[in-house]
């Protein structure tokens, strides 16, 4: 196995030492890394750590090329006002000393800061996606030495808990009206499909035990019938994936006929399980994508993990009906998305250790074998893995954790990962990370130590 580090937002921490840490990430077996957002002075230290340092200037690390916009009709974005041009430099010889080594490079968020779109919806709006492709073109062309980029998003929300709507994008506040013409364009009704929004959201707060208990278990029809056998709902769900599979395929054959060289692309859904309900649906997407990272972040709490969604949903659920169990709300979650999980059963205090071995052995190796399925090469799966002490603010996974999600992962027939972000790295987990994929990690003979910085 072997893997690709990401480097997000402090790329300072990286490209000042350069050598040092490419040297140490290739012995431990890095052979990829990912920088991104390409923007210098952005060091952000968790909530739960100390203040972030001041004075850094925060600027992109290129201007950006006019002709490559007006090529699209679009408007450039403004030029930074701080050029930085020591900085740009070095960050230029720090990806060139990647590929120096080996090692593939990719920019993360090529399309962050495309100039002024068109007023329609993102996923829809020709101007704006224009607006983004040439964003990733003059990304891509300031730096040859990319082999591709990888995006994170837009995508259709999954969370249903209130408190959460704040921080992540929510299921039923996503058919603005702005997405009535894409839902026209594709052959949807939109007020039907706000009808059925609306319907699933009483149905939410007026869950019948009895519906749970005699269809939640009974596959497509019976989970159909438990939802209120709504075709509308069908629909909408349909409409999620059919509308982000053709805005990332108008991405792909966009940058394709604009570059004059080629490079791979990738995308990062959910995890297979909700992966479908955020619109992407692995098996299309792999039809024309180049790789697919789905998140394997089965953390607990935080916003992404897999554990904290389930738990929010169960909690969520409960907190909208009596009469109803913590069974229910598992058995309606495992309706809607085919998940398991061994050892949580009637008390919401069973969550508190899902991330038990048969965890690993089960939801981890099903997780990763559903991503594998849609692809014809292994190597075009690189989930994002986040674990240590912090995982996207969520509970800390341990270096055990860890083991046991690379081994099942291994196990099921996964051979790269792309880790989530080098700032997080933590010492259990470069030991486990380089004993897996390079020669272990031994701090008393190594000059490199993981920054282990708790950075966002």
């Given at each position: 196995m072997k893997l690709w580090m990401d480097v997000m937002r402090d790329l300072e921490s990286v490209m000042n030492d350069h050598e040092r840490i490419l040297d140490a990430w290739a012995e431990g077996g890095v052979?990829?890394?990912v920088?991104?957002?390409l923007v210098f002075g952005t060091a952000r230290l968790s909530k739960h750590a100390l203040p972030a340092p001041t004075g850094d200037i925060v600027a992109e690390a290129y201007d950006?090329?006019?002709?490559v916009y007006a090529g699209l009709g679009v408007e450039p974005p403004s030029p930074p006002e701080q050029k930085l041009p020591e900085k740009r430099a070095l960050l230029e010889r720090t990806m060139n000393a990647a590929k120096d080594r080996g090692m593939q490079v990719y920019c993360?968020?090529?399309d962050g800061g495309a100039g002024p779109g068109g007023t329609g919806h993102q996923l829809h709006d020709d101007r704006t996606l224009a607006s983004r492709v040439a964003r990733m073109v003059d990304t891509l062309e300031h730096f040859p030495m990319a082999d591709g980029a990888v995006m994170d998003g837009p995508e259709w929300g999954y969370e249903i808990a209130p408190h959460h709507m704040a921080q992540r994008s929510c299921f039923f506040q996503d058919l603005p009206e702005s997405a009535a013409p894409m839902a026209a364009d594709l052959g949807y009704d939109y007020e039907a499909m706000v009808a059925a929004k609306d319907r699933l959201l009483d149905l939410f707060h007026n869950l019948d035990p009895v519906r749970i208990r005699g269809h939640a278990r009974g596959?497509?029809?019976?989970?159909?019938?438990?939802?209120?056998?709504?075709?509308?709902?069908?629909?909408w769900l349909s409409f999620r994936t059919d509308s982000l599979t053709r805005y990332f395929r108008r991405i792909r054959e966009g940058v394709a006929a604009e570059l004059k060289r080629p490079v791979r692309l990738g995308c990062g859904p959910r995890s297979a399980a909700f992966a479908p309900l955020c619109g992407y649906d692995f098996v299309d997407l792999a039809r024309f994508m180049d790789f697919l990272l789905p998140k394997h972040y089965f953390f607990h709490r935080g916003f992404d993990g897999f554990i904290g969604t389930v738990y929010r949903y169960s909690q969520t659920l409960l907190e909208w009906n009596t009469g109803i169990s913590v069974t229910d709300t598992l058995d309606v979650v495992q309706a809607l998305f085919g998940i398991v999980l061994p050892g949580v059963g009637d008390d919401l205090l069973d969550f508190e250790s899902a991330l038990n071995p048969e965890f690993f052995e089960q939801v981890v190796?099903?997780?990763t074998r559903r991503a594998l399925a849609s692809v014809d090469d292994p190597e075009r799966i690189v989930p994002w893995l986040d674990t240590g002490r912090l995982p996207h603010d969520g509970d800390p996974m341990s270096a055990r954790d860890l083991k046991m999600l690379l081994d099942a992962a291994e196990a099921a027939g996964l051979r790269r990962f792309n880790y989530h972000h080098q700032g997080n790295l933590s010492a259990g987990e470069w030991v486990v990370i380089s004993d897996k994929c390079?020669?272990?990690?031994?701090?008393?003979?190594?000059d490199y130590q993981p920054p282990?910085?708790?950075v966002l």
């Open positions: 052979d990829g890394v920088f991104g957002p950006p090329n006019p002709a993360m968020y090529a596959g497509l029809v019976g989970a159909h019938r438990m939802l209120g056998a709504d075709s509308d709902l069908m629909a190796t099903q997780e390079g020669t272990r990690w031994d701090p008393r003979k190594s282990d910085e708790l």
